[in-house]
Nanobody
Framework: DVQLVESGGGSVQAGGSLRLSCTVS????????MGWYRQAPGTECELVSS???????YYTTSVEGRFTISQDNAKNTVYLQMNSLKPDDTAVYYC?????????????????????????WGQGTQVTVSS
């Protein structure tokens, strides 16, 4: 079975930093596209950032210049370094990889992240940024 295990969420004050990690096991491809979505109460699921071996990293506009995604293929792990955090970054963050035959993560995952059936999902980790 495919498993995505996340770590690194928490609570910080505005301007602080957090680093999220996600390790994937049981996936049939050696270098899957990987990324992070987030969902705040009352909002739709949002693709925050994604990375793959054959394309440039993607960042949603609101996090460009503050967040950095990286991927360690040897460890099947993806990281999200989040700096200069803002209260608007408060959300549950989900790690995701696309289910074959899909090769990339889509921006429009719908109203609820884990209901989008074309991704494998992590369990979610809460990020809370206070002002």
């Amino acid at each position: 079975d495919v498993q995505l295990v996340e770590s690194g969420g928490g609570s910080v004050q505005a301007g602080g930093s957090l680093r999220l990690s996600c390790t994937v096991s049981g996936f049939p491809n050696d270098e899957p596209a990987m990324g992070w979505y987030r969902q705040a109460p009352g909002t739709e699921c949002e693709l925050v950032s994604s990375v793959s071996s054959d394309s440039r990293p993607y960042y949603t506009t609101s996090v460009e210049g503050r967040f950095t995604i990286s991927q360690d293929n040897a460890k099947n792990t993806v990281y999200l370094q989040m700096n200069s955090l803002k209260p608007d970054d408060t959300a549950v963050y989900y790690c995701a990889v696309p289910k074959p035959p899909f090769l990339s993560l889509v921006a429009g995952a719908g109203a609820f992240c884990t209901a989008y059936e074309h991704n494998y999902w992590g369990q979610g980790t809460q990020v809370t940024v206070s002002s």
